[in-house]
């Protein structure tokens, strides 16, 4: 009986989960301006599982961000015949799976008045609804997470090495998606060590041997990759110096922020942390290299200012379990309206709440250790780096598992008619609502945000009109932006005002001069009003800047081509398939145009 109610129950929670993804997502198509428009970050795993999926599956160079994501978008995006909808249907669809995958995981350590509730705060949560539509790693680490916390709730000692192999799989699956996991298994090593020590050494080997053996076939293959096609021994990527060095720097606030020395898009964070290396340290780098220094940056600023960096942990702790405006996606942020109306079971009432509730299950030794390795991992990884909202989303599920075992105890204690304990339970929730209350984002910042993410909009329409008009009225509000200063310089490109153009790329260059996209559009304009000379100027400056700007050295090699200077023109064409090999066909049939 108790097994046919579980099974109706989970058809209802998953139908609950999937529907409600249904209704959010038709929503926003109709109501929601930037439906159709993601994020940066999205259009970057957008692109790259693009390149995968069209033949490129082992690229070129070092990997500059976590595999497992793009990878797995690349493997949908085929099976999907490239429709971006049916992409989204199947993050949906695996939202709401993890949804039945938390319920199982209370189920097996929680009386069903735990589990049950359990679900649907997890069905119906905003945030994680959100993320499922958004079309990001979160969906995925989660049920990566889930489906290890559900695997070590079932093993056993005397479990078949296939099973503990395959738990080495995913964690290595882990590992290439989230850091988290590589603490995470640094935990769990300690407990099986303390928990198996006194089994024998035949059964600890059937344990410990598999499982090692799935994490390094896993984690081994991307090295080795990374080897052959970047050169270099790196770990997973080359892009953890950079992170390290935005999360613990004499300006970090404990939050993810944008250093304005970088453009603010992960294309811009990947080529930036490399040229900017460059130029303090004069030298070319690889990206490894680049990574190692930004490294060194942050340990300079650990050491050297101890007292600085311990008021830097505190904050990252505080904001860790606090609603946090600033750590959203610029999507959620910008989606007020629809926060306000669905969103019943905020993170201002789940974090006093699941503190509550954990304090709860600790004191009744309950078997949440895997559970609690997860969220400490978590935390850990905020600590070495920075809050960033998909990160912690990525184990708010286990958050309310807490959420909801305090809740059920302050339930049961009205039930009993223990009424001190309710109101000393109450208290201390209340206690922390208050203290943990939400950080808002300035009214300002969130209409700086909304305009600058509308131009580009209008830019594609071909509406410049109105893209400009977005583009001054941010400035007004943050005139030292150098991004929107670009923005609105290309904007003015677009429409053939180069003349326009130029000096909004003079004050772009002035506030971020390492900006290699505001360094070339600046040479263009030039050529494109006739001033060659100063064209030539900027477009040498581009290649200063960044030696792999292939789009300069070809533009020099145009100019010198329509003045009638071959040689010089082929020196630039020479170039191209030096920096990329891809490229020597088409450098040579260009070479052969230009003849003497």
């Known amino acids: 009986m108790n097994n046919k109610k579980d099974f109706y129950f989970t058809l209802f929670l998953f139908a609950l989960a999937f529907g409600l993804r249904l209704l959010y997502t038709f929503s926003l198509e109709k109501k929601y301006f930037f439906a159709q428009h993601p994020a940066s970050d999205v259009v970057y795993y957008q692109n790259w599982a693009k390149e995968i999926a069209y033949g490129d599956w082992v690229g070129e160079g070092a990997l500059k961000g ?10 949908v995006y085929r099976l999907a015949l490239g429709n971006w909808f049916i992409v989204r249907l199947v993050h949906l669809v695996l939202g709401s799976i993890n949804v039945l995958l938390l319920f199982n995981l209370t189920r097996k350590i929680f009386p069903r008045k735990v589990s049950y509730p359990t679900g649907i705060l997890m069905a119906t949560n905003l945030l994680l609804i959100f993320y499922d539509w958004l079309m990001m790693p979160v969906p995925l680490l989660i049920f990566i997470g889930l489906v290890i916390l559900n695997s070590l709730q079932t093993l056993k000692p005397n479990s078949p090495p296939r099973q503990w192999f395959f738990l080495g799989i995913m964690v290595g699956l882990g590992i290439l998606g989230d850091g988290k996991f590589l603490i995470f ?12 020590k006194e089994q024998s050494v035949t059964r600890n080997t059937n344990i410990f041997l598999p499982l090692i053996a799935g994490i390094i076939l896993i984690v081994s293959c991307v090295s080795l990759r990374n080897r052959m096609a970047g050169g270099e021994w790196t770990f997973i990527s080359s892009h953890s110096g950079i992170n390290f060095y935005i999360g613990n720097n004499p300006k970090a606030s404990g939050i993810f922020e944008n250093p304005n020395f970088i453009r603010p898009d992960h294309y811009g964070i990947e080529e930036d942390q490399r040229i900017v290396a460059e130029k303090i340290l004069n030298k070319k780098l690889t990206y490894t290299q680049a990574s190692h220094f930004w490294q060194q940056q942050s340990f300079n600023f650990i050491r ?14 505080y904001s860790f379990v606090t609603e946090q405006e600033a750590a959203y996606e610029i999507d959620y942020l910008l989606q007020q309206e629809v926060r306000q109306r669905w969103d019943m079971n905020p993170l201002s009432l789940i974090f006093p709440l699941s503190l509550f509730g954990l304090i709860l299950v600790i004191r009744r030794r309950e078997n949440v250790q895997p559970i609690n390795f997860l969220l400490a991992s978590q935390l850990i990884f905020t600590l070495l780096f920075f809050l960033l909202d998909r990160h912690r989303a990525s184990i708010l599920p286990l958050f309310i598992i807490y959420e909801t075992y305090a809740l059920v105890w302050l339930a049961e204690q009205l039930q009993r008619r223990d009424y001190p304990k309710f109101i000393v339970g109450a208290g201390i929730v209340i206690l922390g609502i208050i203290l943990l209350k939400p950080q808002p984002l300035a009214p300002d910042m969130i209409k700086f945000l909304k305009l600058s993410k509308a131009g580009p909009i209008y830019d594609e329409q071909r509406e410049f ?35 326009d153009a130029i000096p909004i790329f003079h004050r772009a260059l002035a506030l971020n001069p390492y900006d290699i996209n505001t360094q070339y559009n600046l040479a263009y304009s030039y050529e494109q009003t006739g001033q060659t000379q100063q064209a030539i100027v900027e477009y040498r400056k581009a290649i200063d800047l960044d030696a792999l ?31 990329n090999p891809r490229y020597r066909a088409e450098a040579a049939r260009y070479i052969r145009e230009c003849t003497p």
Not at 185 to 196: H, N, P, S
Not at 555 to 565: M, P, V
């Open 66 to 75: 976590l595999p497992l994501y793009p990878y797995f978008l690349a493997l």
């Open 185 to 196: 298994l640094f935990f769990l090593a300690i407990y099986f060590f303390l928990k198996k």
């Open 304 to 317: 050297n200012h101890p007292w600085d960096y311990l008021k830097l942990l505190a904050k990252k702790i």
């Open 465 to 499: 009109k109105k893209a400009q008009e977005n583009y001054a009225q941010a400035l007004q509000l943050r005139p030292a932006d150098a991004n929107t200063l670009y923005n609105l310089g290309t904007s003015l490109s677009l429409e053939d005002h180069y003349t």
């Open 549 to 579: 700007c292939l789009a300069a050295y070809f533009r020099l090699a145009e100019i010198y081509k329509s003045l009638g200077n071959c040689p010089e023109a082929n020196q630039y064409y020479l170039q191209i398939p030096k920096k």
